[in-house]
């Protein structure tokens, strides 16, 4: 009974291990504006084999890490720092947007027609007359 409990346990923490890695890969391809398809080429792999691993399908062995690191310029380890993903984890909510850093613009009514103010094109002309 212990041993498959301890079996689960450990196959519970691979399967979180390979969330926190593939999570952390995407995070870091769009911070450093990269593509999926740039990484599976440095990896040796197709698009579509990247796709499956970064969606948790496939899992992602030593090379793989080492590779991926390599290219993302990052300590392997750091792949697998599961504290970035638990801290926006725990902010999410259904009803807010994290990190949603859109410029809020004030609209002002439009005046009615007739008043607008005198323009100049780039040769001192006027626009009203």
């Not at 041993?3 to 995407?26: L, P, T």
């Not at 579509?48 to 990052?74: E, Q, R």
Request: hydrophobic share 40%.
């Amino acid at each position: 009974m212990a041993a498959s409990q301890i079996s689960s346990s450990a196959a519970d923490k691979a399967e979180y291990v390979e969330k926190v890695i593939s999570w952390n890969v995407k995070m870091l391809l769009a911070s450093k504006g990269l593509s999926q398809n740039s990484l599976a080429k440095a990896m040796g792999i197709r698009g579509s084999s990247m796709s499956v691993k970064l969606k948790g399908s496939s899992v992602w062995s030593v090379p793989d890490l080492i590779v991926a690191a390599d290219f993302l310029k990052i300590r392997p380890e750091a792949l697998m720092d599961d504290d970035l993903m638990r801290q926006i984890e725990s902010l999410e909510d259904k009803n807010t947007v994290v990190a949603d850093v859109r410029p809020r613009y004030f609209v002002l009514p439009v005046p009615p027609v007739g008043l607008e103010p005198t323009t100049h094109d780039l040769k001192g002309r006027c626009s009203n007359h």
